[in-house]
């Protein structure tokens, strides 16, 4: 019997792009380092207005860095990530409550589709351009038609681009659940234990390790966190992903 799989946390929004890369790189890791991954849905507003912070896209060579930064990072960790035609209305006009909200429910109610639920709306916002606020939007990531895009453009990541089996009746009922207060002292909860930690952005990765707590901001410090594991970093795409396929 072998040693106990450390925990780790991964908190983050779908409103962040960098956390759905460093969500990416985790997926992929979680079965190959000793871990047991848990996905955090935070509100990344609560967590900027708690830590004073401000974001990249208010400054204008920020936001172009961030738009070159992300168009390297597309190919490099093979992610098809795009920058929305509508940048800052996406960013600090429409946000992402409800969204959270939704995953918030998924995680109390389906945790096992977390994940699922997660990456289609980031492929939603971050990908196609696409709308995550409506309710209609919202439900739209259980449509089958959707999915089907991983395959085709990220299949070296070893990825199974099907459903979460998740019924309409139940995304709808879910997404009737995201003004109940459970949901929303949830979602609360979790954006203030990110805050606890320091967060003053997202993705943080927090590594439970020998009795330590280790914080991690960012999407770039997953070398760091093998370290920290004592587990073997490969990068950001691993040979074990490729060798599923």
Not at 3 to 27: A, H, K, N
């Amino acid at each position: 019997m072998g040693p106990l799989p450390r925990t780790v946390e991964l908190f983050y929004d779908v409103l962040s792009p960098y956390s759905w890369l460093g969500f990416e790189i985790l997926c992929r890791y979680q079965n190959i380092w000793n871990i047991n991954l848990q996905l955090r849905p935070s509100l990344i507003t609560g967590i900027m207005k708690d830590s004073g912070n401000k974001p990249p896209g208010l400054l204008p060579r920020k936001g172009l860095y961030m738009a070159n930064d992300l168009k390297l990072l597309r190919h490099h960790l093979q992610i098809p990530i795009h920058f929305p035609k509508d940048f800052l209305s996406v960013m600090l006009e429409k946000g992402s409550l409800s969204a959270m909200r939704f995953l918030t429910a998924v995680n109390l109610e389906h945790p096992e589709m977390l994940e699922k639920a997660s990456r289609e709306l980031w492929m939603r916002v971050w990908s196609r351009n696409e709308d995550i606020t409506e309710p209609q939007s919202i439900l739209a990531i259980w449509d089958k038609g959707n999915s089907s895009s991983w395959q085709g453009q990220i299949s070296t990541c070893g990825w199974a681009a099907e459903k979460a089996g998740m019924s309409a009746e139940q995304a709808q009922g879910l997404l009737e659940k995201i003004a109940t207060p459970k949901v929303k002292n949830q979602l609360k909860e979790t954006t203030e234990a990110a805050c606890r930690y320091g967060a003053f952005g997202l993705p943080i990765t927090v590594a439970h390790v020998d009795g330590q707590t280790h914080m991690l901001f960012g999407s770039d410090r997953m070398e760091l966190l093998a370290h920290l594991l004592g587990e073997k970093w490969m990068g950001p795409i691993p040979p074990a992903v490729n060798a599923r396929l």
